[in-house]
């Protein structure tokens, strides 16, 4: 049976106008975690509201970092970012002490309440959780609007209810009580999704939403953010799967440290770009190039541990 996404209900996504507007711009931007090292180094990039965009890169390629950058977890070397008309460059917002001690219960957590754009919704991966630490799915669900609840440290009637109906809307309402610990990894993967789309945003920001599972949760993943995008929600997704889930994405973005190429998964992911982006030579099999297979010899290596990418995690 095909996987039918369910329907989302969010005042905030409207109908594609005609002419489309540029939600998020970035200029000449260069960042790095040790001093002369640059992970990323003049990056410029355009992204119309409503767009559906894959950034495609080995591991350390400055993919998770530059989402980072984008939601305000770092702070550019140089260059700017800005969405809409309001430029963001370099600044975050300030946090309460409650937002403080919430924030640092669970990694990925950390700091995500203080990002420049309240319209942001942001998916980490997975595998960055603790999920030895005991918090059940609705309080991480219900932790993407502890800033609107109030000023008490518990959930009012309001927020109850739209926490329900998120956990409703991703078919996970049956674990609502239950430890996050205990949820496979689609399950997991659904609920930080739902953390991120309680608040409303503009743009959802992923990285890796389908690391780690299953075929058929790869497709509701999938089929869920091609949803959303259809109703005119911009998102942003990192990603190694290149045949499964790359070459089916509206626009990617092929990344390493610098700009590699844009657009259309046809024409962007040609033998050439694939070379400069992971570093050899590769067969990609079933990855369609400009309407045709490249005739490579080797498999694409997508997680960077091939002979010429031996760079750190990101």
């Given amino acids: 049976m095909d996987y039918k996404p369910p329907h989302f209900n969010n005042d905030k ?38 767009r559906f965009l ?19 977890l770092h702070r550019p070397w140089h260059g700017y970012i800005s969405f809409s008309s309001k430029n963001r460059n370099n600044n975050r917002t300030g946090k309460s002490t409650f937002t403080s001690l919430i924030s640092s219960m669970v ?3 950390k700091n ?7 319209s942001i919704g942001y998916v980490p991966q997975i595998e960055s959780v603790d999920w030895n630490f005991p918090v059940t799915v609705t309080e991480v669900v219900g932790m993407g609007i502890w800033n609107r609840s109030g000023i008490y440290p518990w959930f009012n009637k309001n927020t109850k209810e739209k926490i329900k109906q998120m956990l409703n809307s991703l078919e996970i309402a049956e674990h609502a009580k239950r430890q996050i610990r205990e949820l ?21 920001i992923l990285d890796e939403p389908t690391s780690g599972v ?13 949803d959303l995008n259809s109703k005119g929600m911009t998102i942003i997704l990192t990603t190694h799967d290149v045949t499964g889930l790359g070459k089916r994405l509206p626009w990617v973005v092929c990344i390493n440290k610098h700009l590699i190429s844009q657009g259309p998964p046809n024409k962007s992911l040609t033998s050439d770009n694939l070379l400069k982006t992971y570093g050899l030579a590769v067969d990609s099999n079933n990855l369609l190039v400009n309407d045709d297979v490249i005739p490579i010899s080797e498999p694409v290596d997508t997680t960077g541990s091939g002979p010429y990418n031996n760079r750190a995690s990101e």
Avoid: W
Wanted: with cysteine; aromatic share 4%; charged share 25%.
């Fill in 54 to 72: 894959g950034l495609l890169g080995p591991s350390g390629s400055g993919k998770s970092t530059l989402l980072k950058l984008v939601i305000g």
């Fill in 184 to 204: 496979s990894g689609g399950e997991q993967q659904r609920v930080f999704l739902a953390r991120a789309l309680i608040g409303n945003p503009e743009i959802l």
């Fill in 13 to 50: 996504i409207e109908p594609r106008p005609d002419k489309v507007e540029t939600i998020l711009t970035i200029r000449n931007l260069e960042f790095g975690y040790k001093p002369h090292v640059p992970v990323l180094e003049g990056i410029d990039l355009d992204v119309p509201k409503g």
């Fill in 107 to 109: 990694d990925p957590m």
């Fill in 112 to 118: 995500l309440m203080i990002t420049p754009c309240s």
């Fill in 214 to 226: 299953d075929y058929n949760t790869r497709e509701k993943i999938f089929g869920i953010l091609t």
